[in-house]
């Protein structure tokens, strides 16, 4: 079972020979990045495209060609390899097809971190636009690992929910009963600008990211820290470097996977960093619903976080139905969306091999 995007037709977006040389990785960066850029109104001829950067995250890369071009050689023995076999595979490629489809000439590259890849390429867009090194960045995440090279290869590490009689429940974050995450596909978009740029061509600002903190746990290739130690680290850092205090925070959207030890080093780090004020806020795994993007996830989940400051609506953890006595108490937002104000919230990121990310965002009163 997989969170598949369904309904997704790529011809509606590109024309067949176009079509066949685009991962599904691919197509999916594209027709997201096409929807943030008109948002954000970058169309607009007066901008100075040098000044514009991509940075795209991907954890696994154009996985679907891979596999399908590796085994056409293992049946059929014969190297025909296509000219479009490592151009529509490498993970770099996202951010090539925006740049060159827009005429994006700043800073242009990917970022790999497993499950924080697109976390992490949001970090560096923060920092390069703070460097100077770029007005505007287009950033954002694509994956299509649902193949059974990702399907079994997940599978096979138990990191899966085997709960194949009942897939509409199978993601259950925080839940006693969790059994692993369900693997999700897709992209997601966010554009990030610095300020007065933004102000001067009167663009439409949904919030002010703050901050960053980027730690690593140095524990384990897969497991997190059981006591979170990592990912504490880096929220404290990202609301240091916001210039807010931890009882400032109203909302945490988390890395949340519905794995048995992964919900517990997160949870943990969490009552352990804020303290007294860590039932205050409204925790909450929006991987409830979409499953687990890999890559993707860390910018679909800034989306969501970002228009819980700008709707005051914190998104539910769906699936709830037994509590595990080994979390902390904390207000995980369980069924039902919660209308609180959001002044100042934080996204979280992990990924294998120990890459902790933490964005900082709060609301723009401009």
Known sequence: ????????????HFDRKESGKLDPLAQYAIVVSEEAIADAGLTDERIDKSRVGVIWGSGVGGVTTFQQVCSEYAVSGIPRFSP???PKFISDICAGHVSIRHGFSGPNYSVVAACASSAAAVSDAFNLIRLSKADVIVTGGAEAPITECGIGGFGSMQALSTRNDDPQTASRPFDKDRDGFVLGEGSACVILEELEHAKARGAKIYAEMTGAGLTADAHHITASHPDGKGSAEAMRLAVAESGMQLSDVDHINTHGTSTP?????ETRAIANLFGEHAPHISVTSTKSMTGHLMGATGVVEVIATVLAIKDSVVPPTINHFTDDPALPQLDYTFWKPKHRSVDFAISNAFGF??????LAFRKYNG
Request: proline fraction near 4%; include cysteine; charged fraction near 20%.
């Open 353 to 358: 091999g120990g890459h902790n990310v933490s």
């Open 84 to 86: 479009f076999f490592v």
């Open 261 to 265: 030890l992964g919900d517990v080093s």
């Open 1 to 12: 079972m997989a969170c598949e995007l369904k309904g997704f037709d790529p011809l509606e």
